[in-house]
């Protein structure tokens, strides 16, 4: 089993910064994905951003290109959402999600809230 601890969302400006973190204990898998996705009142889970762990590669949605980054630090198993010039639409509740590949054996946080405020 996988557990997934997040932390770092908050209410901030329009135009303002958050990161999120993401800690990933337990049994994981030896090639894996991390990412973000998130919620918003609404709508349907989307993906946000994620990265290949043994790799390194990362992926963004096209909304969050140029704003947010993702990062890892492999010695804590720790998952990393820079997220700047953050919009209102940012809002949503944001999951951090660990998989063999999106799809395949999957696991989530509890998520975290993020409020943009124009």
């Known amino acids: 089993q996988v557990q997934l601890a997040e932390s770092g969302g908050g209410l901030v400006q329009a135009g303002g910064s958050l990161r999120l973190s993401c800690a990933a204990s337990?049994?994981?898998?030896?090639?894996?994905?991390m990412g973000w996705f998130r919620q918003a009142p609404g709508k349907e889970r989307e993906f946000v951003s994620d990265?290949?762990?043994?790799?390194?590669?990362?992926s963004y949605a096209d909304s969050v290109k140029g704003r947010f980054t993702i990062s890892r630090d492999n010695a804590k198993n720790t998952v990393y959402l820079q997220m700047n010039s953050l919009k209102p639409e940012d809002t949503a509740v944001y999951y951090c999600?660990?998989?063999?590949?999106?799809?395949?054996?999957?696991?989530w946080g509890q998520g975290t809230q993020v409020t943009v405020s124009s």
């Open positions: 999600g660990l998989a063999r590949s999106w799809g395949l054996d999957d696991y």
């Open positions: 337990g049994r994981t898998f030896s090639n894996f994905v």
């Open positions: 990265i290949k762990w043994t790799t390194g590669r990362t």
